[in-house]
């Protein structure tokens, strides 16, 4: 019934047993099936050694099988940072919460703000938090992100007091079905200083002064020298 | 959505502001409630609400006064919005709001923008960027709102358990050497840590005599049929004694009052009974499989 | 393994309309694998309001579709006491095994701290857990505290959305090697535990653990009905 043969790909004869092939793909079923969380593509490799030699080749057809497989029904496969899950296709969500409707609680703005200050700018310490913020930033916060898994400590920053560095994690990206730390809605651009001395009409500099907040000016001040934008992953993002 | 509608977890609550019975917010002074607000300071008492639970700082707040005139941060007017920003000081003192301190640390920053604006810049300092007192503050604004719209569009994302979800399968005990069991010493590290964290341990004391009314709860839930009543003398076991009896019915009131359980009676003096609420979990009830 | 029928079933042509049999059949997927425990007929039947009159033999129908699509697959439909629920097919335990070769030497401190409060609220919800907790209880640590035996669902909240009430079972006494609940420690020497921890600058919890350790601080996780954190309580604390 069902099943997708596969035949759309020509292989060389041979090459590849299709018995194989659906061996693979029904371990990986199972494996992303019973996993609480996005399973990594060597994890997938690994629980697949009793099927015979397993290369990325098979193992992408045999996810793309498994897509194919769950095109029409009601999960789809997905891929984030920390690897593939199934999930529920975003179309069913309200059937689901209708099921069950213990609704997360809401996260505060004081939360969110620090979160994505963490993300956007990390590592990141506190006090730089808390200067962007223009507030204090409880313990109880930090401490929420980091019980939620989504921050972490990396490091601790070389200056007086070395104070913790924090950055988010995989399962941060995990949670909001991001591969990178890039697809990240972007910052929004921040106007040049230069721009804002000529709006004001205070002739601080030249008049066509303003021209260059061009290109070069993406987001984000710069603030320790390191880079504002969203990019950069910390080097420590192992997990 | 109103990015100020959402609480903060920051701010001090004000112990002189009450929440009236229909949701309406009461401020008091000495004790005498406030029924109107000093007139000329550009505070309609609906901001002022907004005020009590939404501000995350004195930048957010300048942010509001700011975006609510329409203005552009690149062109504040130093000393208008000085002025209000006062002006919300000035009430939260006089209703003896705590404030945080960052509040009053803004209050003196824009009174030293203001008297500085006030003064004759020296020529050659002109060429400088800091020579504008505004050019610290404009900066930060923008990177607190920066950041503020950013948190807003992480919170739009479709996040797993509240707008997505896993798809999983259950899984028999698997083959292999057993998985670690809790250790006493464990379980009860991590409730330690929980309660901890929500600084619960204020008033509080359950004892083990609370801890039997619950094993008995789920004990007692697990043997009643949705459908069927069953008489709840049944349910105290006199071979268990008197302590035994009294865990049992302290057991019953906490699920009535949970409202996990109702009462029938077919007629005065017949037996009491009882049966769990709602339709049965499966269709034949009985122990999981 | 268990019953459903249906598919084989002949319908009198037009009976249901096929397009909302098809309906059902993805709703009910979509339902049955978000869900932490096996999900009632009921519950299922609830869920599928949005859809028209769904009956008993609708839903099995959909139910029967649904058993048959997975016939060949890794997972199975299967029916237990407390409803039905999607299984891994027992011939890849192994394989589900070798894809987590490090089973961790320790259980994951979320799942620990969610098994003593279910330990010492029970019979709970999952949002009172949350609650408690201050973060959110993953489907994962539930399926899993239910797979080990530990816990287990007694009924349900007769509250909109039917929150399945938890309670921790005989296995877990008898891992823990105790007779009764009540010989678990009480609450307040719990309690000491926690203040001599933070007192001796050790943190039970996170690294800064120890700046909001005073007792006598509100908000704190109220076993009488309050809320043990910024949002509201679900409604119905007990005892």
Redesign the interface.
């Known amino acids: ?3 997708p043969t596969g035949s759309d790909v020509q292989m060389p004869a041979g090459t590849v047993d299709d018995e194989q092939l659906r061996a693979v793909e ?2 990986v ?3 992303l ?5 996005p ?1 990594a593509p060597r ?2 490799k ?5 099927l015979g030699e397993i290369d990325q080749a098979l193992l992408e057809r045999a996810l793309g099988r498994l897509q194919e497989h769950y095109s029409d ?3 789809e496969l997905v891929r984030s940072a920390g690897g593939y ?6 179309r ?2 309200a ?2 919460q ?16 620090t ?3 963490i ?2 700018r990390q590592p990141v310490t506190r006090a730089e938090i808390e200067a ?13 992100l ?3 898994e989504w921050v972490r ?1 990396v490091g601790h920053k070389e200056v007086p007091g070395r104070p ?1 560095l924090y950055a988010t994690t995989r399962s941060f990206l ?5 591969q990178r730390l890039e697809e ?2 972007p ?2 651009q ?2 040049d ?5 000529s ?7 030249s008049p066509d002064a303003k021209e260059d907040a061009g290109p070069g000016t993406n ?3 710069d603030f320790d020298g390191g880079d504002a934008d969203p990019e950069p992953a910390p080097p420590t993002h192992s997990l | 959505m109103d990015p100020y509608a959402d609480s903060s977890d920051d701010l001090e609550r004000p112990a002189t502001v009450e929440t009236g019975a229909h949701g309406e917010v009461l401020y008091r002074v000495h004790g005498e409630p406030v029924a109107e607000l000093p007139a000329d300071l550009y505070i309609p008492p609906d901001a002022l609400e907004v005020f009590l639970d939404s501000f995350e700082g004195p930048l957010d707040l300048l942010l509001y006064l700011i975006r609510r005139q329409n203005l552009d941060i690149l062109s504040i007017p130093i000393a208008e919005i000085t002025r209000q920003y006062m002006g919300y000081i000035e009430v939260m003192q006089a209703l003896r709001l705590e404030l945080a301190g960052e509040y009053l640390v803004m209050a003196a920053l824009l009174a030293e923008i203001k008297s500085r604006m006030l003064l004759p810049r020296p020529k050659e300092a002109e060429a400088d960027e800091d020579a504008d007192p505004r050019m610290a503050l404009i900066r930060q604004l923008q990177e607190y709102e920066q950041f503020k719209i950013a948190a807003e569009r992480v919170d739009a994302l479709p996040r797993m358990d509240r707008d997505v979800f896993a798809a999983g399968a259950s899984v028999e005990a698997l083959e292999g050497p057993p998985p670690p069991g809790p250790t006493l010493d464990e379980l009860m590290e991590a409730l330690a840590a929980v309660m901890h964290r929500a600084s619960l341990m204020a008033h509080h004391h359950v004892s083990t005599e609370q801890l039997s009314v619950r094993e008995r709860m789920s004990n007692i839930l697990d043997s009643l049929h949705p459908e069927r009543f069953t008489d709840f003398v049944t349910l105290l076991l006199v071979a268990e004694g008197r302590q035994g009896v009294v865990v049992s019915f302290l057991a019953v009131l906490e699920l009535t009052k949970a409202g996990l359980v109702e009462w029938g009676q077919s007629e005065p003096y017949s037996p009491i009974r009882l049966r769990r609420r709602g339709a049965p979990v499966g269709d034949e009830g009985g122990e999981p499989a």
Do not use: K, N
């Not at chain 1, 204090?136 to 929420?144: N, P």
């Not at chain 1, 709006?199 to 500099?205: C, E, F, M, R």
């Open positions: 019934m069902s099943e029904l371990a079923e199972a494996v099936f019973a996993a609480a969380e399973v994890d997938l690994a629980a697949c050694e009793d029904r009601a999960i899950r199934f999930r529920v296709r975003s069913f969500s059937t689901v209708a099921a069950q409707p213990e609704r997360p609680a809401r996260l505060s703005r004081a939360l969110l703000e979160l994505a200050i993300a956007y962007v913020r223009g507030v204090a930033v409880s313990t109880g916060i930090m401490r929420t980091q019980e939620r400590v913790a995990d949670d909001l079905g991001l990240l809605p910052l929004d921040i106007r200083l230069a721009d804002v001395a709006d004001a009409g205070l002739s601080l500099s987001q984000g001040l």
